[in-house]
C-alpha cells in the first residue's frame, strides 16, 4: 500500500473513488455524486490545518483515499478525517491496509492516540472503526446529523 500525496491534479481519480460511495457521500455532503467543485473544496478549505491528503495506491491502481490533521485546534489532538476505499476494492483489507500504515506513520511523529469522526448512520464504519479498535468518546451533532468522536491508543 502507497500513499500517494493528493493534489488537484488528481481530482478525477479522487471523484471517482468518492463517487463510488453515493450512500456516504449523501450522509457527508448531502448528495449522491461530488463534482470537480466540491473535490476543490475539500482541498482548499482550512489550510490553517495543513490536512494530508493521500490517494491509495495498490498494484498500481487507486484504490482509496486517507486525510489526516496533526493538530486539531479543538483538542490539539491528531484527527483521520477520511479513509474510503473505492467500491470496486472493498473486502480486500486495504481499508485495514491503509489504517496500519497511518497507524506507522504517527507512531514515527511519537503520537500515542488519534480520533475520527464517524457519523452514527454509518453503520459499516462504526463496525469498521470498532473493530479496529477505536472506542466510542463522544456523541454530537456535527452538520445537523449524529456523529460519534472515537479514539484509539497507539501502543
Known amino acids: 500500500m502507497e500513499f500517494i500525496l493528493s493534489s488537484i491534479d488528481m481530482i478525477e481519480q479522487e471523484m471517482e473513488i468518492m463517487n463510488s460511495h453515493p ?3 449523501v450522509l457527508a455532503d448531502g448528495k449522491k455524486v461530488l463534482d470537480e467543485e466540491d473535490l476543490l473544496k475539500e482541498h482548499e478549505e482550512k489550510p490553517e490545518l495543513k490536512k494530508e491528503r493521500y490517494l491509495l495506491r495498490s498494484d498500481n491502481h487507486y484504490v482509496g483515499i486517507i486525510e489526516f490533521i496533526m493538530d486539531n485546534p479543538t483538542d490539539r489532538k491528531p484527527w483521520l ?3 474510503i476505499i473505492h467500491n470496486n476494492w472493498t473486502k480486500k483489507s486495504y481499508a ?3 489504517l496500519a500504515k497511518y497507524e506507522e506513520i504517527m507512531k514515527s511523529r511519537n503520537i500515542n492516540e488519534v480520533r475520527l469522526g464517524c457519523f452514527t448512520a454509518n453503520i459499516t464504519g462504526m463496525n469498521f472503526w470498532g473493530k479496529q479498535g477505536f472506542r466510542k468518546v463522544k456523541e ?4 445537523e ?3 460519534w468522536i472515537m479514539e ?3 501502543i
Request: charged content about 20%.
Open 145 to 147: 446529523k449524529p456523529l
Open 152 to 154: 484509539k491508543a497507539l
Open 23 to 25: 450512500e456516504y457521500n
Open 96 to 98: 485495514a491496509k491503509a
Open 81 to 83: 478525517g477520511l479513509l
Open 140 to 143: 454530537i451533532t456535527f452538520h
